[in-house]
């Protein structure tokens, strides 16, 4: 079964600290791609970040990036230099890119962020 | 570049009812996946179209129902609403459907639907 496992239900960062989210995947599919995405108050779901299964490096896109370890099946999120804009939650997601090839994401629980000034 | 965008953004029903969201992808983007997330249940996967087919649907009974248009516009229809249908129903559209090497989705803000 396609699974996402987020076992941090809350967490706290002070301001400008560095902070990582955990998100641990179970799919027996070879290629596929995991996600992160970062929901506000507000609810808009915003995209941070991809890493496919075949992507050797580890994803980065300015202040986030994808600690991408296969074999363990784990895809943790790393925010440096937290901001207070940062405070929400935060969702790890996976889509299989089987022969059914298609845009289905399969999401976490969500782990709830919240910086301290 | 405009985004995804969903109307209405709030809507209130009753029981019984039916209800039609709209979800416009970016401009580009022929696939509109719909999901829909309640405290209880987090975030599911309701259906997927890609150029006017449905490519992929989740778990949810036959009162969940969608299409999408020429134009890769995509409507979501629910009948005979229950309570448990209160929900915040995100769209995503992306430019590909599913092809390995990307294809974020990018999602819409949501419509906030109350079944009272």
């Known amino acids: 079964a396609q699974k996402i496992t987020q076992t941090q239900p809350g967490m706290f960062v002070q301001e400008k600290e560095a902070v990582t989210l955990d998100c641990t995947y179970d799919t027996s599919d070879q290629s596929y791609g995991l996600f992160w995405y970062k929901q506000p108050s507000s609810g808009e779901m915003i995209f941070l970040i991809y890493?496919?299964?075949?992507?050797?490096q580890n994803a980065t896109e300015g202040r986030y990036s994808l600690n991408f370890q296969k074999a363990r099946k784990s895809a943790n999120l790393v925010i440096s230099a937290s901001q207070l804009g940062d405070s929400a939650m935060y969702f790890c997601a996976m889509r299989v890119h089987g022969s059914g090839n298609t845009g289905k994401l399969i999401f976490g629980q969500g782990t709830t962020l919240q910086v301290k000034p | 570049k405009a985004g995804v965008t969903q109307t209405p953004r709030y809507l209130i029903k009753t029981r019984g009812q039916q209800v039609t969201l709209s979800c416009s992808p970016i401009s580009g983007h022929r696939s509109v996946s719909w999901y829909q997330q309640t405290p209880g249940q987090g975030l599911q996967f309701l259906f997927e179209y890609f150029s006017e087919t449905q490519r992929n649907k989740g778990n949810f009974p036959g009162r969940f129902s969608g299409r999408q248009f020429s134009n890769s516009r995509s409507e979501m229809n629910v009948s005979t609403l229950e309570l448990g249908d209160s929900a915040l129903y995100l769209c995503a559209s992306s430019s590909v459907s599913g092809l390995a090497g990307g294809a974020e989705q990018f999602f819409g803000p949501g419509t906030r639907l109350t079944v009272l």
């Open positions: 890493q496919g299964s075949y992507d050797e």
